[in-house]
Nanobody
Framework: QVQLAESGGGLVQPGGSLRLSCVASGRTAGYYAIGWFRQAPGRERELVSCISTMDGSRYFGQAVKEDRFTTARGSADYSADLQMNDLKPEDTAVYYC????????????????????WGSGTQVTVSS
C-alpha cells in the first residue's frame, strides 16, 4: 500500500503564494503519476496538475486557466510540489494529491478521479 501526505496549506491573502508538497511512502516502486486536485465547498473535485516522477513531464487541468500554478518533482523520491502564485479567493479549496503507478506512457489521461492512492487533503484559504 502507498500512503500520501500533503503539507503546506494554510491561510494566505489574495495575491500571495503557497507551496504544497506531496510525499508518497510505503510500497513505492517504479514510476508514478502524481496529481493535484482541489475541491471547494459545493463544487466537484477538479484536476489542477499532473506530473510524471520518471522525467517530470507535466500538464495542467482546466481548474487554473492562468499561468499561476506550476508543479515539479519534489526533493524526495516519489514526491511532487505545487507552487501557487497570485492566489485568488476562488482558489480556496481542499487540495488533494493522488498517485497511480505509470502502467503506460505518461499522457493527458495519467491523472483522473480514479487514481489508486489519495492523500487526506490540505486546506488552502485565500482571504483578506
Amino acid at each position: 500500500q502507498v500512503q500520501l501526505a500533503e503539507s503546506g496549506g494554510g491561510l494566505v491573502q489574495p495575491g500571495g503564494s503557497l507551496r504544497l508538497s506531496c510525499v508518497a511512502s510505503g510500497r513505492t516502486a517504479g514510476y508514478y503519476a502524481i496529481g493535484w486536485f482541489r475541491q471547494a465547498p459545493g463544487r466537484e473535485r477538479e484536476l489542477v496538475s499532473c506530473i510524471s516522477t520518471m522525467d517530470g513531464s507535466r500538464y495542467f487541468g482546466q481548474a487554473v486557466k492562468e499561468d499561476r500554478f506550476t508543479t515539479a518533482r519534489g526533493s524526495a523520491d516519489y514526491s511532487a510540489d505545487l507552487q501557487m502564485n497570485d492566489l485568488k479567493p476562488e482558489d480556496t479549496a481542499v487540495y488533494y494529491c493522488a498517485a497511480s503507478p505509470l502502467r503506460y506512457a505518461f499522457s493527458a489521461w495519467s491523472c483522473s478521479d480514479d487514481m489508486d492512492f489519495w492523500g487526506s487533503g490540505t486546506q488552502v484559504t485565500v482571504s483578506s
